[in-house]
């Protein structure tokens, strides 16, 4: 996945989450509606995520040291993590409460009536230019994968974390101006605190997607099954090798993977052709899938009769 392509969305996220903060809390002293205040905080929650991913995406960059020898690249993952907690406490407990506090005890909006929705229907355009651009950077990346798909196997975070957070915030203003515009029409600030509770809801159930799927690429996801199948033919290809005997990756960051493989060898050969044999597999593999940092390639005699086992991966 482009690095360049994933800041280029967190960034644009960021600056127009940071505008639409300001307005939202404008709209929010002027009118008291308990949406806004909810809109306002999803805008702050949102500004400190991108933030968040800027950071995580900068610390992974570090160099390895003795006391991290294979390096930080899940720095990413770590903070991309530390999102789906902001969002989900910052975010939707927030505003589930605000929902239940405007419930238990509704207000009208009785003044500026035309401020939240015209700053809701502001908010709107720069959250669709924003999720435009996130778009547009996953469709270079994502292949013929569903969008579904491609949030679930997506090994770098940024774009997924960018495009549900986007998704979010637009449905989110939906359910304000829903909330806002029923507040108006009928005099009943229920209407408001419903809107906000959708708004609570909804960020709570995105954030529960991303912790899941975060928390699969923390605990260390094998390679794409295209780059399985590179490194298997990589590996066979080469010459004084009889075939895998079984095979391990793992990604240790979204541009770093861990290939980890037995081989079988000829059981006469000399130490000096198994080791040319193994040297060549290991370039083989680093030209057929450039990501693979760190390979591991173990030389084993099968037994008589013996054929390799299947490869498996991860």
């Known amino acids: 996945m482009s690095t360049e392509g994933s800041t280029k969305a967190v960034v644009m996220a960021l600056a127009a989450n940071l505008g639409i903060a300001v307005t939202k809390f404008a709209a929010y002293a002027l009118t008291g509606s308990s949406s806004m205040l909810a809109e306002s905080i999803h805008s702050v929650a949102d ?3 991108q933030a968040l991913l800027l950071i995580g995406g900068r610390r992974a960059k570090r160099r390895a040291t003795p006391d991290h020898p294979f390096g930080y690249g899940r720095e990413r993952y770590i903070y991309a993590f530390l999102v ?43 959250e669709a230019t924003a999720l435009r651009t996130a778009v547009k950077e996953s469709n270079a990346v994502r292949g013929r994968a569903s969008w579904v798909q491609f949030i679930r ?29 029923l507040t108006l029409i009928t005099g009943n600030g229920v209407w408001d605190g419903v809107g906000t509770a959708a708004i609570g809801l909804l960020l709570v159930a995105i954030a529960i997607v991303l912790a899941v799927e975060v928390k699969s690429l923390l605990l260390g996801e094998s390679a794409s099954e295209e780059h399985v199948r590179r ?82 991966d991860g």
Do not use: C
């Open 84 to 126: 789906a907690i902001v969002l989900f406490s910052l975010g939707g407990l927030f505003a589930l409460y605000e929902a239940w506090h405007k419930i238990s005890d509704p207000h009208p909006i009785t003044a500026w009536h035309w401020v939240p929705v015209v700053v809701l229907l502001v908010a709107v355009a720069l």
């Open 231 to 312: 490194i298997e033919a990589a590996i066979a290809g080469t010459e004084d090798v009889d075939g895998v005997i079984h095979m391990r990756t793992m990604h240790l960051g979204p541009e770093e993977l861990l290939v980890a493989a037995k081989v079988a060898v000829g059981a006469r050969d000399d130490a000096g052709r198994v080791a040319r044999a193994i040297n060549t597999a290991e370039a083989r593999i680093r030209e057929e899938v450039p990501i693979a940092r760190l390979i591991y390639i173990e030389p084993d005699i099968l037994r008589t009769g013996r054929a390799p086992a299947a490869p498996q």
């Open 153 to 181: 196997r997506a090994k770098a975070p940024e774009l997924p974390v960018i495009l549900l957070e986007d998704t979010g915030a637009l449905l989110g203003l939906v359910f304000a101006l829903a909330g806002v515009g």
């Open 47 to 49: 500004s400190g995520n």
